[in-house]
């Protein structure tokens, strides 16, 4: 990319996102101006595809509500989009998820990925490695 490109989006992109991917089911809160009053609406779906890159990208997340597919396209680094949480991890296969729409009921599933939950808290806080003493210490389970 251009440097002089960069060097304009850079104040732009939002650090503080969190690793997101296709198949993950994630919560976004938009901000809406009703009159002159502005509050945040939050948007749960699963993420079918993502798009873009840098200032322009975006995710299209689709939720079922009231036997209705909804799919809404999301600027990731819009000022409106005030944060988005992950609430489930999805395993799938592809970086599209566009065969979702011919779906309905139990065939929407996404399986979760496994150890998903414990990537969050491993990051957070990393076990001590366990040394020779700390094992001599430790006695010997009697039989």
């Known amino acids: ?48 595809k993502r798009a873009g890159a840098g200032v322009n990208q975006t995710l299209t997340v689709r939720r079922v509500f009231q036997g209705i597919g909804i799919e809404r396209v999301f600027l990731v680094h819009s000022p409106r989009i005030e944060k988005i949480t992950v609430q489930r991890r999805g395993h799938v296969r592809r970086s599209k998820l566009y065969y979702l729409r011919e779906r309905t009921g139990k065939a929407t599933r996404i399986k979760e990925r496994i150890g998903a939950r414990r990537e969050a808290g491993a990051a957070a806080a990393p076990e001590p490695p366990v040394t020779a003493a700390a094992q001599q210490e430790t006695p010997p389970a009697e039989q």
């Open 1 to 48: 990319m251009n440097q002089i490109i960069q060097e304009i989006e850079s104040p732009l992109i939002k650090k503080n996102l969190p690793q997101m991917d296709v198949g993950d089911t994630v919560k976004v809160f938009v901000k809406i101006k009703e009159g002159g009053k502005e509050r945040t609406q939050g948007y749960e779906g699963v993420i079918i």
